[in-house]
């Protein structure tokens, strides 16, 4: 049960709101430095989300889920930074956008595009479902382009279409490469047997 009272948890928000104004501090490290002062993990981590973006059910379903799990999992000696970081890493802290119409339709055609590429490393899949779900679509695309055009086995054809049908979706992006892997990845069909 939370016996934290409304007028405590606005505290917390304001100040972990006004630690994440300037950009230079990451929401990991406001949330080992509320925790560690409160010693209330809970209230801490809910009170980053918030001031993050991350809309308060939201934040509540995270903590039920991974919050209550990675705190469980803490041995003594464990400090808040630690909790902190598993909770980075595991996208706790990540605001979802709604997205308009054409960026949900490049999401659905770089989902694909992962599908039909077939098996891949759990940490990439990971890091990659988290650019996907942030709406970080065109650095997506840019990762998936790099990541298959270095493997050795052949990849299927469908995975370059469904790439370069995304990159239709997401003009004008100032993303590092973005338009070399386009052109990688129209070169990449070309190469593949219809």
């Keep these: 049960m939370d016996d934290r009272d409304d007028g405590e948890d606005e505290v ?10 300037g950009g230079d501090t990451r929401p990991e490290a406001v949330f ?20 993050v973006g991350v809309p308060r059910s939201q934040a509540h379903q995270r903590w039920a889920g991974t919050g209550e799990e990675a705190l469980s999992q803490m041995l003594p000696g464990d400090e808040a930074a630690d909790l902190g970081v598993f909770l980075e890493l595991a996208g706790f802290f990540d605001v979802h956008p709604d997205l308009a119409e054409p960026e949900q339709q490049a999401r659905r055609l770089l989902e694909q595009a992962f599908a039909a590429a077939g098996g891949v490393p759990s940490g990439y899949a990971h890091n990659l479902i988290r ?5 970080r ?26 790439l370069l049908a995304a990159a239709e979706l ?22 593949t047997s219809p």
């Design 12 to 21: 917390l928000f304001q100040r972990a709101h006004a630690a994440l104004q």
């Design 32 to 51: 080992a430095t509320l925790a560690e002062e409160t010693r209330d993990y809970r209230a801490a981590a809910l009170a980053v989300c918030a001031a």
């Design 131 to 135: 650019k996907l779900q942030t709406g």
């Design 137 to 162: 679509l065109a650095e997506a695309f840019v990762s998936m382009v790099t990541y298959e055009a270095g493997r050795i086995r052949p990849t299927p054809r469908e995975y370059w279409e469904y």
């Design 170 to 191: 997401l003009p004008g992006t100032d993303v590092d490469r973005f338009e070399s892997c386009v052109t990688m990845s129209r070169q990449r069909l070309d190469q």
